[in-house]
């Protein structure tokens, strides 16, 4: 699965990625509405962005959030109903929310970040399916 | 059967189309009113009184049916009205719990007011469809259906002569029919009773919800008070909604902000804490099983004991590990991170109309376990799965169900009734296939099933006028009051939960007040004072919870990791702050704790006057059964006598020693009669009531419900 | 002899938090314990030591339902 990698010894902090993820897709520069987000903590840098895990996939009580053909978790925005749990529920603390929209967002490994980072902070990888956290419904429900 | 001649046989006898509206700040401003006997549908308007006096919910719910009946109207003349309301906060998708529906009516078993609390998704799609509640009078000649269109603004009354009446059955048919396809079948909710309903007096009401991962119509009840049998007298067979594009700010909110800060901070505690807690995502409230029994507080075998070796062949981790499905998303309404809503999967059942059907059970919550289980002597899981999935299709309150056949069956084991009686069924403890086979009576409308589905209070009337039996006794052992059965806890050593069942409005139930661990165990109200204070305002605080559409579980069934550290870690400081602020982002209205209970007391003082109008509500009716207060018979009395004896010695200042059993079963039961007595009168009075329970004109004036009419009810009891 | 939500409880040498709750089967998850007014943390049940005369608090979370 496609998802975007992390080496936070080397982030500068800079801030673009943060940048070009919020103009992509909210067409603004804002960091509250950046799916990757660089915090500090013990004043080290820390990268904060989904790993597509999927742990949220079972949370959704929709099922609006699922995962692409390239492994890509991804929300419908179109029928989320805007409950916020996978925001709650998300280990890592990955999934965003801003109070001017009714609908989650994360990172869809789409990589504008990755080509801007100019210290290669942040990169582009791929996963084994294996590390895919969500349940086979087909399997639960066989029994 | 096919889908669609199902619907081809549809007649319809009425349309009545309506604007579409807008929700503002949590009301649709409207009521939708429909008359089965006339086929009359119309709007009315939801004024700025009902909002102050009543708020919602529960509170509009007890006002119309206060307006649509008189002292002298019975459950099933056609004056009597079923009202559904949520509430402000009812569709709220952020905060967990937040679907409830309120159903109120007259009662077959009490014929007083009945509430119950019900989630699955007709409360919220009634909202975003435009009505705040839905008010259904009259009688129906034949089996008939109301539908509401809220996607295009039509309600229809249909003639519906094909369908099943089975609730897992139609709602299946009703949600495959009125869905475009499977995508949609989650904005479609319906709501039954079942079979039994038909022929008892504790029928249900299913209300359903759609299940995208099981793809099946799950099922959650209104349960107590019988108002599934109102429903199929009224000859309703189902309510249906459709509502399509659910979002998260249809409530159009004072202050989505602050809705949404809220319920993220609750989904985290939740994710964080709850599998060190209460398990509630893994088993629901059957995590409870084995504390109760280990506390000696699990009615087993009509509540003659709290514990049972044999629990743990059904203790939460049974349910967990071989028949619950774990890991999938359970809420009733979306945005519960509690999902406690549990189902078992794949169950095949043993017996009935639907033997060898594999089928989704939805439970068994706690009270299912131990009033089908422990308390009838059926200590065997899949037995307990099967009753409660049959009570559930046929429309039973499992807790009336339970809680009276245990009644019949310890009237079976003493010799007061026998198998003539029966029909031949040989009634004992742990008798599964006797206990299912009542249910399939009460489906079928035979049988002794017939007679035990008229609820422990006929059933005594019955037992002592014909059958001979010692009336004084059979008061003692029967678990009802006001003609409703009690919910599956064990009062007997714990006096603040005896007045919690017994000073209740609808009767004994749990939902008012839940004291046995504050009270038993940790001693924090030791005083009549202390334990009036605590069933006043632990009543009011949950009648709150009615008011507004919301689920009481979110409240106390997890708690913040600090919760230990603050003044009164019962009353989840945090969470009644969470309230608060929902509240505030739906409505703009800025509550104080103190105002939180005041708006309840308004709703439940509001329906003590209505019980006292009905011709209950009075310090006579509040008197309850002695097997809730103490032990009834010998074996009771052994089986606690180190207790029995301490006390007798320690707070009575009786010496046990060279006593009968009788002498001191008579000692201690004057004194814990007079303990009840004396708690009524501490109760009565911190709730501003008169020694024989009834409000007094100065407290009706305080809370602002000294309306004529309310006040015509009281003035002479004063 | 130790008092246990306010009522007597007789002591015994080497009590502790855990001793006690295995004495009155407080197998609930949440329970908030003092001692002396001080709170327990779970981990620490079974080496926080119970002496005589102590005011012990084992207060039951649960009022659901």
Not at chain 1, 57 to 68: Q, T, Y
Not at chain 2, 488 to 515: C, F, I, R, V
Request: hydrophobic letters at 35%.
């Amino acid at each position: 699965m496609k998802y975007l990698a992390k080496d936070e010894s080397k982030c500068i902090q800079c801030g673009n990625c943060e940048e070009v993820c919020s103009k992509t897709y909210f067409k603004i520069n804002d960091r509250a509405k950046s799916c990757i987000q660089i915090n500090e903590r013990d004043g080290n840098p820390e990268i904060n962005v989904c790993d597509q895990c999927g742990e949220c996939i079972d949370i959704c009580p929709v099922m609006a959030i699922s995962r692409d053909k390239l492994g890509v978790v991804r929300i419908n925005k179109k029928i989320c109903v805007g409950c916020f749990m996978c925001v709650g529920f998300c280990s890592k603390l990955s999934m965003r929310q801003h109070d001017e929209y009714i609908e989650p967002f994360k990172c869809i490994s789409c990589g504008l970040c990755a080509k801007q980072c100019p210290s290669e902070a942040i990169f582009m990888a791929e996963k084994d399916d294996s590390e895919a956290l969500e349940l086979q419904l087909d399997k639960v429900f066989s029994k | 059967m096919d889908i669609r001649k199902l619907k081809e046989n549809h007649k319809l006898l009425k349309e009545y189309k309506y604007e579409l509206g807008k929700v503002d700040k949590g009301y649709a401003n409207r009521t939708l009113y429909v008359n089965i006997s006339n086929n009359t549908i119309k709007e009315k308007p939801v004024t700025d009184f009902m909002k102050d006096k009543f708020v919602g919910g529960k509170g509009f719910g007890m006002w119309y049916l206060w307006n649509a009946v008189t002292p002298t109207t019975r459950w099933n003349e056609p004056e009597n009205e079923i009202v559904i309301a949520g509430g402000p906060v009812c569709g709220i998708t952020q905060y967990a719990g937040t679907g409830k529906s309120l159903v109120c009516s007259l009662s077959p078993l009490t014929d007083i007011p009945i509430d119950s609390n019900v989630g699955g998704y007709f409360g919220p799609l009634l909202k975003f469809a435009g009505f705040d509640a839905l008010e259904i009078q009259g009688k129906a000649e034949k089996d008939i259906i109301v539908y509401i269109d809220g996607n295009t603004g039509v309600v229809t009354i249909e003639e519906a002569p094909l369908e099943a009446i089975d609730g897992h059955v139609l709602g299946e048919q009703l949600t495959e029919m009125y869905a475009d396809n499977e995508a949609d079948k989650r904005n479609v909710a319906v709501v039954t009773a079942g079979t039994g309903a038909e022929h008892t007096r504790f029928g249900l009401l299913n209300f359903t919800f759609y299940d995208p991962r099981r793809k099946v119509t799950r099922l959650k009840q209104a349960g107590r008070g019988g108002i599934g049998t109102v429903f199929r007298d009224k000859k309703l067979k189902a309510l249906i909604i459709k509502f399509s594009n659910v979002k998260g700010d249809l409530n159009n909110a004072f202050d989505q902000a602050i809705i949404n800060k809220t319920g993220i901070k609750y989904h985290k505690e939740i994710h964080d804490l709850d599998s060190k807690q209460n398990n509630m995502r893994k088993i629901g409230t059957a995590n409870i099983i084995e504390v109760m029994d280990a506390y000696d507080l699990l009615p087993v075998m009509n509540y003659q004991y709290g514990m049972h070796p044999d629990t743990q062949k059904i203790k939460s981790t049974v349910f967990i590990e071989k028949y619950i499905t774990q890991g999938v998303q359970d809420g009733c309404w979306y945005g519960c991170s509690m999902a406690c809503a549990k189902a078992a999967d794949g169950f095949e059942l043993k017996t009935g109309p639907y033997k060898g059907h594999k089928v989704t059970v939805d439970g068994p919550e706690y009270e299912n376990a131990a009033g089908l289980g422990s308390n009838c002597g059926i200590f065997d899981p899949e037995g307990i799965l099967e009753l409660n999935f049959y009570c559930d299709t046929y429309g039973i309150d499992t807790i009336s169900f339970g809680t009276a056949t245990a009644f019949a069956m310890e009237c079976y084991e003493r010799g007061i009734i026998n198998k003539e009686i029966t029909c031949g069924m040989e009634l004992n403890f742990g008798n599964f296939e006797a206990a299912v086979e009542l249910l399939h009576q009460m489906s079928r409308g035979e049988g002794f099933g017939v007679t035990v589905g008229q609820g422990i209070h006929k059933m005594k009337k019955l037992f002592a006028e014909k059958y001979g039996a010692d009336p004084d006794f059979l008061f003692d052992i029967g678990m009802e009051q006001k003609g409703l059965e009690y919910s599956e806890y064990m009062p007997k050593e714990s006096l603040a939960q005896q007045g919690g069942y017994g000073l209740t409005n609808k009767g004994p139930q749990h939902d008012e007040a839940w004291l046995i661990f504050m009270d038993m165990v940790n001693n924090q109200i030791p005083t009549f004072e202390d334990k009036a204070e605590a069933l006043h305002y632990f009543p009011m605080f949950r009648t709150w919870f009615g008011l507004y559409g919301l689920c009481k579980l979110p409240w106390n069934d997890i708690v913040p990791a600090d919760n230990k550290y603050t003044s009164e870690p019962a009353k989840v400081p945090e969470h009644v702050q969470n309230y608060l602020d929902v509240v505030y982002g739906v409505t703009g209205k800025k509550l104080s704790v103190l105002d939180m209970i005041k708006e309840s007391e308004r709703v439940y003082n509001f329906q003590r006057i209505f019980n006292i109008r009905m011709g209950k509500g009075l310090r006579a009716n509040d008197k309850i059964p002695y097997r809730s207060m103490g032990p009834v018979t010998a074996e009771e009395y052994e089986s606690r006598k180190e207790r029995y004896d301490k006390q007798l010695a320690e707070k009575i200042g009786y010496d046990p020693e060279d006593k009968t059993i009788e002498e001191k079963m008579a000692v201690m039961r004057e004194y814990r009669e007079d303990q009840y007595e004396k708690l009524t009168d501490a109760v009565y009075k911190r709730r501003g009531w008169n020694s024989n329970g009834v409000p007094t004109l100065e407290h009706l004036k305080y809370l602002g419900i000294d309306f004529p009419e309310v006040v015509e009810i009281v003035k002479d009891l004063q | 002899m130790i008092k246990l939500n306010n009522r007597d409880f007789p002591w015994e040498e080497g009590m502790t938090v855990e001793s006690v709750m295995r004495a009155k089967s407080f197998t609930y998850s949440r329970i908030i314990v003092k001692v002396n007014g001080q709170h327990v943390d779970q981990e620490d049940y079974s080496n926080t030591a119970i002496n005589d005369g102590d005011e012990v608090q084992m207060i039951h979370l649960l009022a659901g339902g």
